[in-house]
């Protein structure tokens, strides 16, 4: 197995609780993979420790065969391990086209580029737009980001994920809070964008994951409680007890949910 991501014994404690206790993760390159849970089992912890956003108590964290254990959140974004965020985090007043180009501006690895002369800015509007019909979003181009609904500004971050060129993307819930159309929309977006990436994703929504995930590892509590394929995991009597809470299985809370 080719893996790119692998944790081992990755623990984060806060003031004597433990959120991530001992996980060893290991992602295969170029799959997509679920990470699901109850609430508070710990898994956008586990992504910000996988990000940089936070540093592990103890354990170590390795990406494409580098450990990134002690790096900043900005030097693993440059080796191309990208994430999105559980909240929407849009430039609301800048527009759609804007928002993809700050992103592609990293390129230039130069600060201040808000100040720059629209020549030198205008460089990256075809790399944008490109993106942006990518996404579904070319003909929103000139709107406001904040004008957006919900479910295309969550199409927007995966826009300008991309163009943060990733090896690896790992989206937290991006399906959360949308309606049925928009959850179709973006399961049909993560599925193209993936080929040829590896995806790391946490969701709610078991249909999605069903659909999506070639992976998936249950966490609760904390710790590492299954891993598998849908159809194993949804099996698991100690994955029902711990994640529904009930006796029926999984499949059969796919249509509550």
């Given at each position: 197995m080719?893996?790119?991501?692998?944790?081992?014994?990755?623990?984060?404690?806060?003031l004597?609780?433990?959120?991530?206790?001992?996980?060893s993760?290991?992602?295969?390159?170029?799959?997509?993979?679920?990470?699901?849970?109850?609430?508070?089992?710990?898994?956008?912890?586990?992504?910000?420790?996988?990000?940089?956003?936070?540093?592990p108590?103890?354990?170590?964290?390795?990406?494409?065969?580098?450990?990134?254990?002690?790096?900043?959140?900005?030097?693993?974004?440059?080796?191309?391990?990208?994430?999105?965020?559980?909240?929407?985090?849009?430039?609301?007043?800048?527009?759609?086209?804007?928002?993809?180009?700050?992103?592609?501006?990293?390129?230039r690895?130069?600060?201040f580029?808000?100040?720059?002369?629209?020549?030198?800015?205008?460089?990256?509007?075809?790399?944008?737009?490109?993106?942006?019909?990518d996404?579904?979003?070319?003909?929103?181009?000139?709107?406001?980001a904040?004008?957006?609904?919900?479910?295309?500004?969550?199409?927007?971050?995966?826009?300008?994920?991309?163009a943060?060129?990733?090896?690896?993307?790992?989206?937290?819930?991006?399906?959360?809070?949308?309606?049925h159309?928009?959850?179709?929309?973006?399961?049909?977006?993560?599925?193209?964008?993936?080929?040829?990436?590896?995806?790391?994703?946490?969701?709610?929504?078991?249909?999605?994951?069903e659909?999506?995930?070639?992976?998936?590892?249950?966490?609760?509590?904390?710790?590492?409680?299954?891993?598998?394929?849908?159809?194993?995991?949804?099996r698991?009597?100690?994955?029902?007890?711990?994640?529904?809470?009930?006796?029926?299985?999984?499949?059969?809370?796919?249509?509550?949910?």
């Amino acid at each position: 197995m080719d893996t790119i991501l692998a944790t081992e014994d990755l623990t984060k404690e806060f003031l004597g609780f433990t959120a991530v206790s001992g996980v060893s993760l290991n992602v295969r390159r170029g799959s997509i993979h679920g990470l699901i849970g109850p609430n508070g089992a710990g898994k956008t912890t586990c992504f910000n420790l996988l990000t940089k956003f936070l540093q592990p108590t103890r354990g170590s964290i390795r990406f494409d065969g580098r450990d990134i254990t002690g790096m900043k959140p900005a030097e693993v974004a440059r080796l191309g391990l990208v994430r999105s965020f559980q909240i929407s985090a849009v430039f609301p007043h800048l527009t759609v086209l804007e928002n993809v180009r700050v992103a592609l501006q990293r390129a230039r690895g130069r600060s201040f580029d808000f100040w720059r002369s629209d020549k030198v800015l205008g460089q990256y509007d075809a790399r944008a737009r490109a993106l942006l019909e990518d996404v579904g979003l070319h003909t929103h181009a000139h709107l406001l980001a904040g004008e957006l609904p919900y479910g295309r500004k969550r199409a927007l971050e995966i826009a300008t994920t991309l163009a943060l060129d990733p090896v690896m993307m790992l989206l937290d819930e991006p399906t959360a809070g949308m309606t049925h159309e928009d959850v179709d929309r973006i399961v049909a977006l993560v599925r193209r964008v993936a080929q040829g990436r590896t995806v790391l994703m946490v969701e709610h929504n078991l249909r999605v994951v069903e659909g999506l995930c070639d992976t998936i590892t249950v966490l609760t509590r904390g710790r590492v409680l299954a891993e598998g394929d849908y159809a194993g995991v949804s099996r698991n009597p100690e994955v029902v007890a711990a994640y529904l809470g009930t006796d029926p299985a999984i499949s059969g809370a796919q249509a509550h949910g």
